[in-house]
């Protein structure tokens, strides 16, 4: 029986001879180790954005009324009475039933104080407010100027955007692929790569707002709603990719 130690001596001899006839065959080459970089390719990743700027389409405003009384079933009954004209008025104006909707009701109560610090009879504050969504910009005056003198006292700005983005999006996104492409070519030249194809592509979530209004819209609430300028609105998209480099 052999030992171990013969075993294992015989099996290095044999490689050794193997070893030695490859290398005396005609026209054998030995296999090259792989370099690091054919283990591992590099990669250049960049962040590309892209901007449209369009016209908005559809505006929306936050109007309501305020109203304090010293009952709060006077200061709710006269709130709702005046809602009641606001709403009537809008849709005089033609906004439809379906772009009202009740954004808030609040009811609070407002204490008094005499120039001694004594305390005064209270007061009760009962506030309405209606989300307005006006689809014809060029109405957006005369739609605040109705509100007003049916009875509306608060009026919480006006914004505007786009009743649907979507097309708006695509491009944003073309462009923000043509950047990325962009910045990834400038750094392969300069790191001395070839940009390869793309290996993943994701779009970047939060951040800068995604709507920015170029022109904001202003008003003048001393005897009119207007004038009411709609701008530009930005659609900005931010994609990371991810490319393939070859040396």
Not at 80 to 92: G, H, P, Q, R
Not at 97 to 125: M, N
Not at 230 to 238: A, C, D, I, R
Request: negative net charge; charged residues 20%; glycine residues 10%.
């Amino acid at each position: 029986m052999k030992t171990p130690r013969l075993i294992l001596g015989l099996m290095v001899a044999g490689a050794l001879l193997l070893a030695t006839v490859f290398a005396v065959m005609p026209g054998f080459v030995p296999e090259p180790a792989l370099a690091q970089a054919d283990l591992a390719p590099g990669a250049i990743t960049v962040v590309g954005e892209g901007i449209v700027k369009t016209s908005p389409d559809v505006a929306q405003a936050t109007i309501g009324v305020e109203l304090s009384r010293l009952t709060v079933a006077e200061a709710s009954d006269d709130v709702s009475s005046i809602m009641d004209a606001v709403m009537t008025a809008l849709k005089e104006q033609g906004i439809a039933e379906k772009d009202l909707q009740t954004s808030g009701f609040s009811v609070w109560t407002d204490q008094a104080y005499a120039p001694d610090g004594t305390r005064g009879e209270i007061s009760y504050r009962v506030s309405n407010q209606v989300n307005v969504t006006i689809r014809d910009l060029d109405t957006v005056g005369d739609v605040l100027d109705a509100a007003m003198e049916a009875g509306a006292n608060n009026i919480y700005g006006v914004t505007f955007s786009l009743d649907d983005n979507t097309a708006a999006q695509s491009d944003a996104r073309e462009e923000a692929v043509a950047n990325a492409e962009d910045k990834a070519q400038e750094l392969a030249k300069l790191t001395g790569l070839k940009l390869g194809n793309v290996v993943s592509v994701s779009e970047v979530i939060g951040g800068d707002s995604y709507w920015a209004g170029v022109n904001a819209a202003s008003m003048s609430m001393g005897g009119g709603g207007g004038p009411i300028a709609p701008g530009e609105l930005e659609v900005s998209v931010h994609l990371q990719i991810v490319y393939a480099t070859v040396q």
